[in-house]
């Protein structure tokens, strides 16, 4: 199975902050990767999709990068709605995998 | 517009079983995938399997040792996970999420979720 490691595991930022989320796979999975967003009791959305398109009605201070192993996700201005949890997601092998997600929390 | 409508909580004693349903409206259900997607308490996401509403085709993540079945009834729009031999760890929220047969890097992939139903096992 292919491993997503994300990092870092938590984070505290204030708002206007830009913040990166990465996702390591431990094999190469070329651009067959999402991003999603998860608030509290809510299902999950998917941001980024094929690693660095922006889901329809994401705002565009989302945004994606990478290909292979290495992945980045990009907050360039965090706002006091993206306080939440992300979580990378491979879906070039079967089973598909998620990272263990990264809580951005205020500061 | 799109939606999927799950069933609601379930309460159950270790080594039952639970069938939770899915229902999609507002698109063509066959020309889409549904996929089942869980959360333990506190925890991370957890795929566990797709399902082609089409063909039947089904995929399932390997480590629930054919515990898991995912069928579909094309006559209502309808899809459902079932899993047996519950045990405490299998305590979640299942969530199922449309997905387009084209392929998850198509948009219209994970673009739609129900909104999760509870399933505990507790004896």
């Known amino acids: 199975d292919i491993q997503m490691t994300q990092s870092p595991s938590s984070l505290s930022a204030s708002v206007g902050d830009r913040v990166t989320i990465t996702c390591r796979a431990s094999?190469?999975?070329?651009?067959?990767l999402g991003w999603f967003q998860q608030q509290p009791g809510k299902a999950p959305k998917r941001l980024i999709y094929?690693?660095?398109r922006l889901q329809s009605g994401v705002p565009s201070r989302f945004s994606g990068s990478g290909s292979g192993t290495d992945f980045t996700l990009t907050i360039s201005s965090l706002q006091p709605e993206d306080f939440a949890t992300y979580y990378c997601l491979q879906h070039l092998t079967s089973p598909w995998t998620f990272g263990q997600g990264t809580k951005v929390e205020i500061k | 517009q799109v939606q999927l409508v799950q069933s609601g909580t379930e309460v159950k004693k270790p080594g039952a079983s639970v069938k939770v349903s899915c229902k999609a409206s507002g698109y063509a259900f066959t020309d889409y995938h549904i996929q089942w997607v869980r959360q333990a308490p506190g925890q991370g996401l957890e795929w566990m399997a797709w399902i082609n509403c089409n063909s039947g085709d089904a995929n399932y993540l390997q480590t629930f040792q054919g515990r898991v079945t995912v069928t579909r009834d094309k006559s209502i729009n309808t899809v459902y996970v079932e899993l047996s031999s519950l045990r405490s760890d299998d305590t979640a929220v299942y969530y199922c999420a449309r997905g387009s047969l084209g392929g998850p890097k198509r948009e219209d992939y994970f673009d739609s979720w129900g909104q999760g139903t509870l399933v505990t096992v507790s004896s």
């Open positions: 094929a690693a660095s």
């Open positions: 094999q190469g999975i070329g651009n067959d």
